[in-house]
C-alpha cells in the first residue's frame, strides 16, 4: 500500500491532469450511449464520483491538511440526514442523486484547498476546451450531431447532449485561451483553432459563449490599450483601432448568417417585437427574451417554498414532489441551491466557496498581468453565468473547471488550511 500512496503522491497532478482532459471522452460516451444507444447509466457521473472518492482518500492518507475536511463533511453529514428526513423517502434515489450532484462542487473545492501543491497549467485547460470544439466542429461539419434545441430553434451541440453545459464549459474557460494564445508561437495553428471556434460557437446557436466572448473581446481591448497609452506606443494603440474597427465590420457581415442570430431573429418574431425598448417595456417579454422564462421558474419555485413546511424551509423542498414528477430546475445556481436544499443546505453549500471567494479577492495583487487578468475574468464569468443560465457550479461537468481556476487564483500562503 505504501508503494501505491507513494506512486499516488508522486503523480498527483499527473492523475489531475488526465481526469481533467478525458473530461470530454466522458461526456461524448455519456451522449452516445443516451441518445444513440439509449442506455440511461450516466458513466460520466460515476466516474466523477469516483474522483471525488479517489481525492478524499488522497487528503485523508497520503497528504493535506484533514482537520477542517472532516468538520466539513460531518456538518454535511448531518444536513443529509435532516434533507432525506425532510423529504419523501419514496423518491430518495431522485433526490440522492440531486444531494450528490449539488454538493460535487464544495465537496471538490474542499479536497483541492487541502491540497497544497496541485498545479494545473492552462495549457491543459486550452487543450480540454479544444477537444470540446474539434469534436463539435467534425459534428457540425459532417451533419451528424444533435440539435441544440428541441424545437423552434436552430442550432447544434455536435455530438453531446447538455447544450448549457458545454455552452457554460467553453465560456467559463475562453478568458483563459486568450491569454495562452498572446504569444507569438504557433501563429497559423492559433488563427486556425480560432476560427474554428468562433464558427463553433456560432453554430451553437446559445447566447452564453458569444457573450463570453464579447466580454473577453472589450476587456482584452482595454486593457491592451490602457497599456499602450500608459508607454506611449501610439504605434500599437493605433493597432488596436484598426483590429476593433475590423471585428466590428466583420461582424456585421458574418453574424447574420450564424445559428446564434437566427435563433434570436426567431425569438424576435415569437414575441412580436418592434423594437429593443419592447423587450424592457414588458416583464414577461424581459423575462422570455434574457432569462428564457427562468424568472417565471424562479416564481414558481419560490411559491412552492413558501408554501412548504419549516423542516422543507430548513432542508430543502428536494427534486420531486408528492405525485413523483420532477420539479422544473430555475436554472439559475444560486436560487436552485436555496430552494431545493433549503437554507441550511444554502450555508452548508456557500460556506467553502464564499471563503475561497474571499482568499481570491483579498490577495488580489494591485498589477497583474494579462494571464492574471483573464484568469480573473474567467472567475467573473463564473459568477455571471451562475446566475444568468445556471448549470456552472451546480454540474460536475462544469465545476470541476470552477475548482481549478479558484485554486489558480488563491494564494496557497493564504489559506488557512495550508498554514
Known sequence: MQKVNGFINKNLNLIITIFIIIQPILDLVVSLSLNVFHVGLNLGMIVRMLFLVF?????????????????????????????????????FMSNLHGLLRI?????????FLNIKDIKIDNKILVMTMFIYIILIFIAVVTN????????????????????????GIISILLPITVAQFMNKKNIVIKVVLSLIFIFVIGEIGTKTPVLSLLITFLVSFIYFMIRSLK???????????????SVTVTSFLVVPKTNFYKNIMIHVKYLKLDSVDDIFENDYVFDHFIFSQRITFLKNTSNRYNKASLKNKLFGIG??????????????????????????????YFS??????????KNLAKKIDFKQLMEYLSLILVLILSLH???IITTPAVCIYVVIILKKLINNKANFMNE
Open 55 to 91: 481525492m478524499s482518500y488522497v487528503v485523508f492518507f497520503i497528504k493535506g491538511k484533514r482537520k477542517y475536511l472532516l468538520v466539513y463533511f460531518f456538518i454535511l453529514l448531518f444536513y443529509s440526514l435532516g434533507y432525506f428526513l425532510a423529504l419523501d423517502s419514496n423518491y
Open 103 to 111: 454538493f460535487y462542487f464544495p465537496l471538490m473545492l474542499m479536497l
Open 144 to 167: 451528424t450531431g444533435f440539435n441544440s434545441y428541441d424545437i423552434a430553434k436552430k442550432g447544434s451541440l455536435g455530438w453531446f447532449n447538455s447544450t448549457n453545459e458545454i455552452s
Open 231 to 245: 508607454k506611449k506606443n501610439y504605434k500599437i494603440f493605433t493597432g488596436l483601432l484598426i483590429i476593433l474597427t
Open 319 to 348: 427534486y420531486v414532489n408528492k405525485n413523483g414528477k420532477e420539479y422544473k430546475a430555475i436554472e439559475m445556481d444560486y436560487y436552485d441551491v436555496f430552494y431545493n436544499h433549503g437554507i441550511l443546505g444554502f450555508i452548508v
Open 352 to 361: 467553502v466557496y464564499i471563503y475561497s471567494l474571499y482568499l481570491v479577492f
Open 389 to 391: 443560465s445556471g448549470h
